[in-house]
């Protein structure tokens, strides 16, 4: 028997057969320490999404389900046995089998652990491999399908966009001029289905609603930002011939490690909308740090390119830096960021505060990005869109403040003006990022929706603004609470008492804003009220222009064809109009000509100063799953060392094995003594010690080597490698034209290759070359013919200098010699 519940777009699969459950989809729990025989633990199963109103009901069907599933198995336990059946027949037995279900088609990491049918194991390893895993992308869920009609649209854009610039080359190739016409009429039509691909991602894009949360309609939606895609990419052949050439190891041991890194990888490509999804991503981030430094050398490149898809216009973009992946991955990072912000219960005041808490990390994340990334090739990194998206994030949560004071707000005349201060404030914000999406570089790629729908808040909150005033000032005194009340004590005190505290008083006074030029003529002539009748029709100025905004706003979502259609918002904004006229009808006059003049513009204000924090990558840190290569800070893409050399070390009772260790993962070698065993063997000072009879020490404390050393007896089997010099010397002959320019303080080998002077020298070995500080030991015959004696070089350096340059001076030879004394570009005996 199997069972599927749909709770609100999460998707729960109970497995009846092993008697675990196994929890697909988003924000739910899985318990770890599941008893099968222990009811209490093993039904508890709670839905971690805030937004859900029938937890309660959901909650007993899951428990009626699984006591129906329980009465099913003890009625076949029963049957079996009343049949004949064995008393240790397990529950499994002589009960039908469920269809395999498609999380079993899977593909299992090499590192998870054996599953049993039933226990601790078995959900540790699925809470791991749902951690590790991300998302399911066949999960039909709203935003999976939204996620997936983006991939679709995406290749798609790409495409058109392959064809148009071949037909763009083929126009400015082909001389015929049929063809020109052909070719420029298909032009036309790639730029049609360009265009029309580019309206329907931003339809998309205009989907805010369905990532809000169920209980989002008594609000206007938030607006959040769809996730980057890109293309999966095989790592192992790049990774595997890298570690063949620099690191000389054998590629084969390191498949698991590829495998781990591709599936982390693949993973964080379909997050899931919870903590979980962010940890993921945070983990391939922190993963990319030890994948830039062990496998991409800055002078040469692995034919590895990152594509990730412009998440607003759908655009391609292509690098073979790691900055661009981190970059791609931060913003995919901050987008999780917004939806989980706008999935959070707006109606609570802790919704409001994990709203407030996702939309300001997402707002860091982006600024982050902005400080850290430069030369963006896609239009979505640009700092100029970043700028505005970092806006529009603070406003959404300057926003979210403003509706948990609503929450809390005592409906007091203080408490009103203050909160329409607040409303000012969060509309000044938003007006700022209205001019910041009107710029352009921002105008071009962001859909029109958006563009409106800030305009729309940011017309609503002046509205909402205004409200607040008119409430204060028409509704609430000291002494009059209810509406009948007010009305009474209005004709009583209307030239004798203003009717409102001291500290109302004190914030009305600074309420208003100066009145600007061109708005005196038709603006009130007073800004504080001096009676209860100046309050009235200051009050019923600021109810007639909150009714102006919203008009204008409920007029801005009809001439924008995404938003048209958008029923909740429709809701909102004819609820606060609806509000405002029925505050107004009791208190307007016919024949009033008051009603002409505007009231004054308030003045934004806010308690809460909102600051951004960068994110903290500490927070998730990860093992490097290449950490056999060995220290990063050795072993990395940016430095070379040779090709691993073993020596065999057979000390006797009078002769030891004559070399020094000192440092830590790794251990190097700190000296050599002359004429040991290890400088015979061909061991040089700074060597590192990779291996010691057969075992990896390249992370071993300097204490460890050492006891092994000593425990391998008499005979030592170690592994050496040589660090190279990889980097430029500071000095270099600028002076000299060639080696024959060179004068007689100087010693060249021609075999490496590698110059030296009195205090370095070259020798050679069956290992490859080593630099050495101190030449204690005699060369080889071999490198003897090949070298070049100095005083050889000196000599045919002097007969060739007369018929270098016939042209020029001849210098005489102290001259030549104090000159090349003093050339800082060669060193000195």
Aim: aromatic share 8%; hydrophobic share 30%.
């Amino acid at each position: 028997m199997e069972s599927n519940i749909i709770v609100n777009d999460d998707t729960i699969s109970k497995d009846y057969n092993t008697g675990g459950e196994l929890y697909y989809g988003r924000r739910t729990t899985i318990p770890v320490n599941n008893d099968i025989n222990n009811s209490s633990s093993s039904n508890n199963f709670t839905n971690g999404n805030n937004n859900s109103s029938n937890d309660t009901e959901i909650q007993n069907k899951t428990n009626l389900l699984i006591s129906f599933r329980r009465k099913i198995g003890s009625s076949i336990r029963m049957n079996s046995s009343s049949s004949g059946g064995s008393a240790n027949t397990k529950p499994d037995e002589g009960r039908e089998r469920t269809p395999t279900n498609w999380y079993d088609n899977m593909k299992k990491p090499a590192t998870a652990p054996a599953a049993t049918s039933h226990g601790e194991g078995q959900e540790n390893y699925f809470s791991l491999r749902r951690m590790r895993q991300g998302s399911d992308p066949r999960l039909q869920t709203c935003r999976g399908k939204l996620q997936n009609t983006r991939s679709k649209l995406n290749l798609e854009i790409n495409k058109e966009l392959m064809l148009r610039a071949g037909a763009e080359n083929l126009l400015h190739a082909s001389n015929n001029k049929k063809m020109k016409e052909q070719v420029a009429m298909e032009l036309q039509f790639f730029n049609s289905n360009l265009q029309l691909l580019k309206e329907q991602l931003g339809e998309l894009n205009s989907s805010v609603e369905i990532y809000q949360g169920n209980n989002a309609r008594s609000s206007i939606p938030m607006i959040p930002l769809g996730l980057k895609e890109t293309k999966e990419i095989d790592f192992r052949q790049p990774f595997k011939t890298f570690i063949e050439t620099h690191y000389h190891e054998d590629a084969s041991a390191y498949d698991e490690a590829i495998t781990e890194f591709m599936e982390l990888r693949e993973a964080m490509r379909t997050p899931e909308r919870d903590e979980s999804g962010v940890a993921l991503i945070f983990e391939y981030f922190n993963q990319l740090y030890f994948i830039d430094r062990r496998f991409f050398p800055p002078d040469r490149s692995l034919g590895i390119f990152f594509e990730w898809y412009d998440s607003l216009t759908g655009t391609p973009s292509c690098q073979r830096t790691v900055a661009f992946e981190k970059a791609c991955v931060l913003f995919n990072l901050a987008a999780l960021y917004t939806q989980l912000g706008a999935r959070h219960d707006r109606t609570s005041a802790a919704g409001l505060d994990a709203a407030v808490n996702c939309l300001l990390r997402s707002a860091g994340v982006f600024k982050y990005l902005h400080n850290t990334f430069t030369n963006a090739p896609s239009k979505d990194l640009s700092p100029e869109l970043l700028k505005a998206l970092i806006e529009l994030m603070l406003s959404q949560a300057r926003e979210c403040l403003h509706e948990k004071a609503c929450l809390s707000c005592d409906d007091t005349t203080e408490s009103l003006l203050e909160l329409a201060q607040e409303a000012a404030h969060v509309a000044q914000e938003y007006n700022q990022v209205h001019q910041s999406m009107r710029v352009a570089v921002v105008r071009d790629y962001v859909p029109a929706s958006w563009v409106t729908l800030v305009q729309i808040k940011s017309l609503y909150y002046v509205g909402k603004a205004h409200q607040h005033v008119s409430e204060a000032l028409l509704w609430y005194t000291e002494d009059a609470t209810t509406k009948e009340e007010m009305i009474k004590l209005g004709s009583m005190e209307e030239e004798e008492s203003l009717g409102l505290s001291n500290r109302a008083l004190e914030i009305l006074q600074y309420l208003h804003k100066a009145p600007e030029e061109g708005e005196i003529d038709t603006m009130i002539d007073f800004s504080m009220p001096t009676n209860a009748k100046d309050r009235t029709y200051l009050g019923l100025s600021h109810g007639r222009e909150a009714n102006v905004q919203y008009d204008e706003a409920l007029r801005q979502q009809r001439m924008c064809r995404e938003l048209r259609r958008r029923t909740p918002l429709t809701d909102v904004l004819r609820n606060g109009h609806t509000i405002v006229n029925q505050l107004i009808e009791d208190f307007e006059e016919q024949n009033d000509l008051m009603a002409v003049f505007d009231p004054p513009s308030i003045m934004p204000s806010t308690k809460i100063q909102l600051s951004l924090a960068p994110p903290d990558f500490t927070q998730h840190r990860v093992d490097d799953v290449f950490h056999s290569l060995g220290p990063v800070s050795h072993f990395s893409a940016k430095k070379s060392w040779s090709v691993p050399r073993p020596i065999i070390l057979k000390r006797t009772e009078r002769q030891g094995f004559g070399f020094s260790v000192r440092g830590d993962a790794p251990v190097s070698v700190a000296a050599v003594d002359v004429d040991s065993l290890a400088e015979r063997a061909g061991m040089q000072e700074n060597d590192l010690v990779v291996s010691i009879s057969g075992r990896d020490v390249k992370w071993l404390p300097h204490d460890r080597v050492v006891s092994a050393i000593r425990d391998s007896g008499d005979t030592l089997h170690m592994t050496l490698v040589t660090p190279l010099q990889t980097t430029q010397p500071y000095y270099q002959l600028t002076k000299c034209k060639s080696l024959k320019d060179l004068s007689s303080h100087s010693t060249t080998s021609s075999s490496s290759g590698v110059s030296s002077s009195s205090n370095s020298s070259t020798r050679s070995s069956k290992y490859g070359s080593i630099n050495s500080s101190n030449l204690h030991t005699s060369i080889n015959s071999s490198n003897l013919r090949s070298s070049i004696n100095s005083s050889t070089l000196s000599s045919t350096h002097k007969d060739k200098r007369l018929s270098w340059n016939p042209f020029k001076k001849t210098l005489s030879r102290d001259r030549l010699k104090s000159e090349s004394m003093n050339d800082c570009n060669l060193i000195a005996p």
